[in-house]
């Protein structure tokens, strides 16, 4: 159990650094925004109030902290997706890691933030109630899917330096 955990906690935060990454290059090269975490540090906060759904986050009332604690939630979910990937797929993944697999699981990761962080802070399921809807799911999607490139890129280099 202890070689697992330590190896989630390697993947998960090289995959969500590797996330973060392709997210700040879209922003520079491209102007394309990226997920503004202290809004998620905002519903975070809010949740032990009993308050799920915001119509929308921002018009909430900010929570002490909030920034820090978005990005450690991040992260923190980074980490945990990566102990379900390592689940899922086994410990002998490690000594092969596969593109596929790590891409597919970071696509099916998609639905979390479709299923409860946007309806949570006023998008709606899937973002349906955002001015460009297609638009919000599509960079949702490929977010996700970098996580996967990152989850992969992170095993590679956990199997060789490991």
Known sequence: ?????????????????????????QKRLLGIPSLNYAMVGRWLGHLPKGRFI?????ESAPIQAEMALGWLAHYLIGIAFAIIFL???GPNWLARPTLIAALGF??????????????GMGAGVAARKTPQ????????????ASF??????AGVLVMRVL
């Not at 915001?54 to 921002?58: A, F, L, N, V």
């Not at 979390?112 to 962080?117: G, I, K, N, T």
């Not at 809807?133 to 996700?144: G, V």
């Open 1 to 25: 159990m202890n070689g697992l955990l330590t190896d989630a906690l390697l993947l998960g935060l090289g995959a969500t650094a590797f996330m973060d990454i392709v997210a700040l290059l």
């Open 54 to 58: 915001h119509r929308p986050i921002g």
């Open 87 to 89: 689940v899922l797929v």
């Open 106 to 119: 970071g696509v099916i990761t998609v639905i979390a933030p479709f299923l409860f962080l946007q309806p």
């Open 133 to 144: 809807p297609t638009t919000a799911r599509l960079r949702s999607l490929f977010a996700h």
């Open 148 to 153: 996967g490139v990152g989850l992969w890129l």
